[in-house]
């Protein structure tokens, strides 16, 4: 797993509160990434990072901001959470170069009620 | 902007028989296909992976084909057995399909 760790593995929160998830690797790997997996969308990238303080928006990043201060840890806030953003939320890290494969955290499941 | 798509949500096979799961793409830009397997509660793990310059990999009982005029991949797995039973993602630019459920009946 490229000793990637994710926490909470499970949270459940009301609307309109703030939640923070966290991924902590232990490989030094630069590029880090979060996704979302819902029924029917397979994995969605929210947000991702190629170095400390240097992140980018993916596909479904309204709703969520992240931070990279550090290279091992890489943070995904979910500023007012919504019951949409129920899902279970994997953290990734990228080792090589761009078509390597990623490694996977064993995910969060976040029940937004 | 690139899109994979599975369109087969689940699969169900016997054992010992042949595995075979479909991604289509849209995108030609980008050099590597990647498969991922997934159990539940884990995170995806990388399975195998193809460059766009060939049309075959082979990896023991795993084995992807690409066809590019089609925008089209394929994994095959021979012979399937029960521990394949897992969801299976194709990839491709940080962008993965929906993911097909194969069950292997003993």
């Known amino acids: ?113 | 902007d690139q899109q994979v798509k599975q369109n087969s949500p689940s699969l169900s096979v016997q054992e010992g028989r042949i595995s075979i799961l479909n991604c289509d793409y849209t995108n030609s830009m980008f050099d590597y296909f990647l498969w991922y397997k997934k159990y539940p509660a884990e995170g995806p793990t990388f399975l195998i992976s193809i460059s766009s310059i060939k049309d075959k990999n082979e990896d023991g009982r795993f084995t992807v084909f690409l066809n590019k005029s089609a925008k089209h991949l394929s994994l095959h797995i021979v012979p399937s057995q029960p521990g394949d039973s897992a969801v299976y993602f194709c990839a491709n630019d940080m962008r993965f399909g929906a993911g097909t459920r194969l069950t292997v009946k003993p």
């Open chain 1, 1 to 113: 797993d490229a000793g990637i760790t994710q926490s909470p593995r499970h949270k459940v929160t009301e609307t309109g509160t703030p939640v923070t998830l966290r991924c902590h690797q232990t490989e030094n790997h630069r590029y880090m990434y979060w996704y979302r997996q819902d029924p029917g969308h397979g994995l969605r990238l929210i947000h991702y990072s190629y170095g400390v303080k240097d992140t980018d928006k993916g596909e479904v990043s309204d709703g969520y901001s992240v931070s990279r201060s550090k290279t091992e840890d890489f943070l995904l806030t979910l500023e007012s959470a919504t019951s949409s953003q129920t899902s279970v939320y994997f953290c990734a890290t990228l080792k090589g170069n761009y078509n390597s494969p990623l490694h996977f955290g064993n995910g969060t499941r976040l029940t937004v009620t």
